[in-house]
Every structure is written in C-alpha cells, then in structure tokens.
C-alpha cells in the first residue's frame, strides 16, 4: 500500500489512532472521536450488527434427530457405576501384585484421570477422523505410527565451528573421561632432580642435571602408565576415552556450533537385516544371467525370463550403411533388420541404427524379441495356402508345399522360416529384391495367413481337412 | 443371353465389397440370376431380391413379396444382393472374370478335378485356399464343387476369392 495516496492514508492515520485509543488514556486524547469510529483497514461498508440468516434454523435436537438428554445426574449415576474407585481392599490385592512403581504410576493415572470425563468423552470414536484401528496407543507401531520426533529441529543459526570454538568443544567432550592425575598422586619432575636445584626452575638447572631427571621421570612415568593400563584390563575404572568413544566424537558429534544438538533425520529407519515373514523373499533387481542390465526393460515388457531371451534364435538379415546429411557434414549410422523367433511358431523383426553394427545389432536384437508375434502354421511345417505380400517395389510370393519339400526360397526368407520353425516353404520375389523390403514384406504375408476355419464359418460351410480324416487323422 | 454382363457384374461386385457396401444391385437378367443364386448357395452373398429401382427394405429383403414381373415392369427390375462380412472383412472379396465376350473360357471335368484340388491344369492356374469358381454348364451356372459332384464341365465364368 502506499502511504503517499490520501485515502490510503488517512485509513492508516484512522487506524494507528483507534489502535492507540484504549493504551494511551492520556488526557489529550481527541475525545471528539468516538471508539466505534475505528473501521477495519479495508473500505467496505460496516455492519452495524451481527449478520442473521434470513431464514430461522432448527436446531437437530428440536427436530429429535439427537438425544442430547443427558444430565449431569445421569452422568454421576453412570460414572458411579461404571468408573469406581479402587476400594482399600483391592488396593490390598494389588500392592501384593504390583511393585511399588507400578502401584504408584497406578495411583497416578487415576489421580489424572477424571471418571467424569471418560463418561462423557470415553466412547469408540465413530467420526469420520477417527483412527482407522483402536490403540491406546502405549507403543509406536512402526509400520502404522510416523516415527515420533525426539529431536527438536534443527539451529538455523548454526554455523561451522573456528578453531577456538573446535578446541573448546573438544576439551569439553575431553572432560567426560578421566586422564591424567585427578588425584594429584603422580611425583613431578621436579623431585627426580638433585635437592639442590629442585628448587630453581628447570632452564637453569646444568644440562647433565637436566638429562638425568628427564630420563628417572620417562621411566617412572612408563611404569606408571603400566599399572594404570594393568588396572583398565583387570576392569578397573577406566581412564581416557575408548576407540568407540573416539569413534563416536569423530562420526556423531556436531561441527556446528549448535551444542552438539542431534537434529532430527529425514532418513526413513533402515530395513533390518532380516525382516521376519520376508526374509528370503527378496529378489535382486539384476539376473545373473543378464549382468549387465540389458534385458531389463525387455523383461518388464514382454515377461520372459532372460533365459528365455536369451534362447530365442537371433539372425542379421540385413545391415545398410546410411548416413544423415546436416550442415556439419554427414552422420553415418548403421541400420541393421534382425530377426528373432522360437522356431515353434514365434517371430519378430527388429529394425534399429546404431553407431556402429554391434550398438545397432544390440537395439534390433531387443526390438525382434519384443515384435514376436505368433505365426500360424499348417501342421507346423509350412504356411496355409499362398501368401502374396507387397511392400514398396517388393512382392513376396509364399508357397504352401507338402512334407519332406524343405525350405526352397532365397537366403532371407531361409532365415526367416527357419527361426519360426517352418519346414516346407517355396517363395518367389519376382520384383525388387530389396533386403529390408524383403524381409518386411514376408513378415506381412507370414501374419497375414487366411484362416480356412474363418472362411468357412464367412460363408457358413463345414469344413473338414482330409489330411485328418483319412488314415485315421495320421498324415502328419 | 451375353457373358459380358457376368463380367460387369463380377467388376461391381469387387468395387461393392471393397466399398463395403451391404445392398448393392446387378441388371435383372438370366445369366446375373444364376450366377447371383450360385453365390448365395456357395455362401458367398447373403440375399439375392429382385425389386425395382429403389433398394427392398434391408429388414424384409428375406420376407420380401417380390411385385410380378411383367412387361410393363420388366426394363425397370434390378437384383439386390447382400453382402456378407466377417469379422469386419468381406466375405467375397476379390471376382476375377475368365472368359470374357471375346475369349470364352472352357474347362472340362477332368481340368476341374484338377484345379479344384490346387493343381494348374493347361492355361488355368490351380485354386488358392478359400477360393472357388463358378460355371455355366448345361446343368446351370454351378459352382466347382457342384460341377465336379455332377461331373460335368463347361463355361470357367469367374474366380472368386
């Protein structure tokens, strides 16, 4: 709001002033200006009273939808039934039952509780807000509790320590353990010198003087240090921190300089080694088989194992080397078309480019398995009828034949029927034989097999094969 | 009676079911009757109706009392076939005419067998799976099949597939 424009500003000046009205009772108050004056800091109209509803409402409890019929005799009498006092006798009972804690913490919830208030507030909740379980909620059940907030949050003024800081926070974590002499029973170096220069401090005293005392005090104080470790292994009271204490300041103690205070961690609690009624159940998410990751999203899709990836029977039908004019020059990439099949009646073809063969062979290899469709086949052998299939200039003619004829067509077309697991096949490309379109247009023909039982059931004619009726249905 | 209108009808036929066209008409002549009934005995069409110019009701083509064909009406009667479609394809898709008015086309029995059963026989290629031919013989225009239960041959009039 700017305070330059005048409406503004005498709202504000109204506002300051009415606001100032019943602290300063000073006598040179404008009396002139009446309290009720004060308008909220906003320019709509003031209401003069309470804004009523045009229409009366019924109360629930009118229309007898609710029984609120209780009164406050009828609440003692049911308290008095329900809620009773412990008496003297089973007080008794329970002191030979209980500890004296436990009759204690007793003596104490009743004490908190009134028994008024469990009449009247102590039922199963049936509001929509209310627990989905019934707890008295004694103990945090991790799976359905949030973990409770011990800690409170963190200093946001903390900042790093500096050296001073650092060295007082170290000496005071240092004044937990005992080291050192605590009990002033340790001689000093002073006394291993001669009487004579015992009193002189240790700068004047002769060099031999000086390296003689040094040596009787290193070996007094390693004797020391000897029986002071003696009495940590015999369990003695220990003296000077220990490798977890150390561990502890070096991983867990603050270098802010917050007093050491633990914040509270947005990490969830880690699973425990073994979680009971899961252990074992666990499945990594890499196949031994697939260590490197690559049939990961291809299993997800298609729900075969890797194994059964693996299994399927893999061809290169056709390998172009294309590159992509931009103005920087031409990207050369391989496109590479393979096929994959099961050789019982499964086939896909892949097309993908790559950098080079092995990255496009890769991508195509995944795109064949995941383009599988099921082919039909005539006894599992060949294809049902002649096929004609079209793409661009290439026609691809299929031929049905009888059994023991073999695979008589052109290289592709080989591999093709044999990764499907057709035994008996003549084909003709009597166009273009361009090796992509090739194998596009046999994948065509190949899926799109008439289907006798579909035609005979168009035209509503029985259909019968005689290769099944006669010799008993043994042609095979 | 000319083959010709057996070749013009077999064209409208393929354009109908490619268009996917459920009532479509031929000229009312002899040699469209016995070739339109043929195909509904061979389950290819699924009514064959002769009414005038305009289309029978498609809810009475089954039920429908055909109006008496007399001279009066004669120039204006048409055949209405239905067609068929399976499984959202035509049931006759593809009529290919053989003999033509300029090159008639006949086979014999023994051609027939031949065919039928997918060999070529002379110039007539073997059928296809889920193909049948239709001819005119001096038993009728009959399909392959009935020609070959009747043993007789004739007049190749079209494949249809």
Redesign the interface.
Known sequence: MSATRPIARSLLSRRLACSLTPTTSSPAAPLSRPPQACHALHTSAHLAARRRPRFANVSAANMGLIDNSWSQEKIDKFTAEKFTRYSPEEMEVLREQLSSEQLEALKAGEAAVDPQDLTVQGALRTDPYRMPYIDDFRDIQPIIDRRPRTQPPPDPMARFMNLDEFTQDLVEWSRKFEVGDKRQKLKRLEEFAPPEWQAKPEKQWPENVKREAHDKYTGYLTIEAAKSQEDVNAGGSGSGPTDADILEYVLERSIMTDNNLQSQSFLAPALPRKVPGVAGHYKTSTDELDVEGIYQGLKARTGMSVKQITSMTLKTVDVNFVSNQTRLGKIPSVRVTMIAGNKEGWLGVGVAKGGDIRAGSQMATLKAIENMQPIRRYEDRTVYGNIKAKISGTVVELYARPPGFGLRIPHRLFEMARAVGIRDLAARIPRSRNGHNTIMAAFHALTHQPDPEEIARGRGKKLVDVRKVYYGGNVQ | MGIHSITNACSHLSNASRARLGLTSLPNNKYNLLLSLALHR???IASVTRAGPHPPPPEALLSFEAEPVTTANVATRRLWLGL?Y??N?P?MRKLTAVSKSSRLVTASYRDLSRVARGFQSGQMKGM???ETMFLATDRGVLEVREALEKKVGGLVLCRVN
């Open positions: 061979a389950g290819l068929k399976w499984n394809e049931v296809n799976l889920g």
